[in-house]
């Protein structure tokens, strides 16, 4: 598989990316505050425990003092109301850790629906030449896994973030309140931490975003692969699949490994400096005790608060290490939802309007190339008057489908203009101009559900008259009444339980159903056999009766009766007439006719 447009190795924009993304946060904001207001309330209740439980601490050891002195005992019942209250803090602390990590998940959710979302609508407005330069598997991973991984480190990093802030002030404060320098020994271990983090956070940063891109490119390959399988196998690809895929998956092992091995040293080398300034503390705080300048109870509270000072350290290096991946998977979400639209639409014409539409076509000067400075199509002119059969004939790359295309405005025009009835499609919308074309390709489409449904995908609304009227005229009545299930049998994903002649029929009774205006035949017949092939032709010329029609053929014998054939090479008209007067011409269709029947009769 080719490489596509891949990102840059680094984030281009961290402080813009996430400024967008805070942009889908702002619905919920009442949602942020109680995220805020829980997380603060339970990291307070839990930093208040170990300075409290210091009373019980200092109350035990004057009571074990006073009894070996033989002048008191020890107050177990003021010990157990410290034990209660601590008992009451913790539970509330818990409780508010709940109520806190249900919000963040639903937040999470939701910005990820709404990602989703936007970008399930942004394709409906995405022009096709963005798909042609990227492919659907780094498609689908921004869809997945780029918006699963910004869904998961919101969920995690948002109650985070408060907490480890929190945390660290509250700490801080408390520390500050059992001894002054012990505490100045505990905060200059700070910047030596952040320095560490900082460095490594550096090195990591580019990982992330390689691996994301990486994924991409695995997803994208193995998607192609499996959809192409009886390909690769008839072609004797396996070896050539599985070392292309060897290729990527060694991309992502090591962008992965990187990544996630240097974002593992933050918490490790943190910890290791935290240790550092907590040894420092103990024989500090071992000193003051021996003078008495602070309590046992102190003592213990302040080890355990030089503990916590730690974990909120090295959570921030972890938060940091998801906001680098977010940052890499949200880049690439917002790369999609950012990228160029389809020019707007005008949609000039109205309902009434739309339902007179007889069905002339005519191409002004048209120019095209779908790389703007390579031209495919060249000044293409053509008036089809409504109810005309027009077949456009030519060799491989002449442009005839890319005409098909253009008129249904899958793609917009170099030059030129294109008129149905004398309006400028462009004054048509989008939905308008494409409701009044039938298509019958040659590569089928047949989506996961039933025969019915997929017969009624352009008609919704189809009565049952019109539904067994349509199948009878494309002669699918046959076939589907000898499965099981009838017009209730499931197509799978595939659409591997059914033979591609039969595919091939669905798809023309689906075009029968829709009843259009025009018609668009590319290769209609081509995939199923002669008998059936001439079953087809009558009921093509029942459904083209009144109807303007363009015929894309490859075999010049099914487009005999055509009212014109426009004969086509590279990019302009080079032939216009019916069959007879260009055979008789013997010009470029004669030729081509004649490659096709040579010995038989003309």
């Known amino acids: 598989m080719p490489k596509f447009n891949r990102p840059p190795e680094k984030v281009k924009d961290f402080k813009g990316t996430f400024k967008k993304l805070f942009h889908y946060l702002r619905p919920y904001y009442l949602k942020l505050i109680i995220v805020i207001i829980f997380a603060a309330g339970s990291t ?4 208040i425990g170990p300075k409290v439980l210091a009373k019980a ?21 003021y010990i157990g109301m410290i034990c209660l209250i601590l008992v009451g ?18 937040i999470s959710q939701e910005v990820s629906y709404d990602l989703r979302k936007s970008i399930s609508l942004k394709m409906d407005r995405m022009p096709l030449s963005y798909f042609d330069k990227h492919s659907s598997g780094d498609t689908l991973s921004r869809v997945t896994n780029d918006i699963d991984t910004i869904a998961q480190s919101l969920n995690q990093s948002m109650s985070q973030i408060i907490t480890s802030t929190v945390t660290l002030i509250g700490i801080f404060i408390m520390m500050l309140s059992i001894s002054w320098q012990m505490t100045i020994i505990a905060v200059l271990v700070l910047p030596l931490s952040l320095l560490v983090i900082m460095n490594v956070m550096k090195r990591s940063q580019r990982y992330f975003v390689k691996q994301q891109a990486s994924l991409g490119d695995v997803n994208g390959h193995i998607e192609e692969m499996y959809g192409a399988h009886q390909v690769v196998k008839a072609f004797n690809g396996e070896a050539a699949s599985v070392e292309q895929f060897n290729r990527y998956n060694e991309e992502l092992y090591h962008s992965a490994w990187k990544s996630n091995f240097l974002s593992g040293l933050m918490q490790p080398l943190s910890t290791f400096v935290g240790n550092l300034g907590y040894v420092a503390v103990c024989i500090v705080g071992g000193f003051l005790a021996g003078v008495q300048t602070i309590t046992i109870g102190d003592i213990q509270a302040f080890i355990q608060y030089v503990r916590q000072f730690n974990q909120p350290i090295a959570q921030m290096a972890q938060i940091m290490n998801m906001l680098q991946s977010t940052a890499a998977a949200a880049e690439r979400v917002f790369e999609f939802l950012e990228a160029k639209e389809l020019e707007p639409e005008q949609a000039l014409v109205t309902p009434e309007q739309l339902e007179k539409v007889e069905g002339s076509v005519t191409f002004a000067d048209v120019q095209f190339g ?8 060249h000044h293409f002119d053509l008036h089809v008057h409504a109810g005309q059969t027009i077949a456009i004939v030519g060799p491989t790359g002449a442009g005839k489908t890319t005409i098909v295309k253009l008129l ?9 203009s294109i008129y149905i009835d004398g309006i400028d499609i462009k004054d048509y919308s989008r939905h308008d101009l494409r409701s009044l074309f039938g298509m019958v390709l040659q590569d089928t489409w047949l989506f996961n559900g039933t025969i019915e ?8 609304d189809a009565t049952d008259e019109e539904f067994k009227q349509a199948c009878s005229m494309a002669y ?3 076939f589907v009444n000898t499965l099981e299930d009838g017009y209730q049998t499931v197509i799978n994903e595939e659409s591997s339980n059914i033979s591609q002649g039969q595919k091939q029929l669905l798809t023309i009774a689906r075009a029968f159903l829709k009843d259009p205006r025009i018609l668009i035949l590319d290769e209609a017949t081509s995939s199923v056999d002669t008998r059936t092939e001439v079953l087809i032709q009558k009921g093509m010329e029942k459904l083209m009766e009144g109807r303007t029609s363009f015929v894309i053929a490859h075999r010049l014998s099914t487009i005999r009766d055509a009212n014109t054939i426009i004969v086509m090479k590279d990019g302009d008209i080079v032939e216009v007439g019916n069959h007879h007067d260009l055979i008789e011409k013997g010009g470029f269709y004669a030729t081509l006719y004649q490659s096709q029947f040579e010995g038989s009769e003309i």
């Not at 601490?57 to 019942?77: H, P, Y």
């Not at 779908?370 to 199509?377: A, L, N």
């Not at 405005?409 to 030059?415: D, P, Q, S």
């Not at 449904?453 to 919704?460: I, P, R, S, V």
């Open 44 to 47: 307070i209740f839990t930093i």
């Open 57 to 77: 601490t200092d109350k035990l050891s004057e009571g074990i003092m006073a009894k070996v002195q033989n002048s008191g005992s020890i107050d177990f019942e």
């Open 89 to 106: 803090l913790y539970l509330i602390s818990a409780l508010f850790s709940y109520i806190q990590a249900y919000t963040t998940s639903t």
């Open 370 to 377: 779908y790389i703007p400075e390579k031209t495919i199509i």
């Open 408 to 416: 249904m405005r899958f793609y917009e025009l170099n030059g030129g």
């Open 453 to 460: 449904e997929n017969l009624k995908y352009g008609k919704l």
């Open 476 to 478: 699918v009545d046959h």
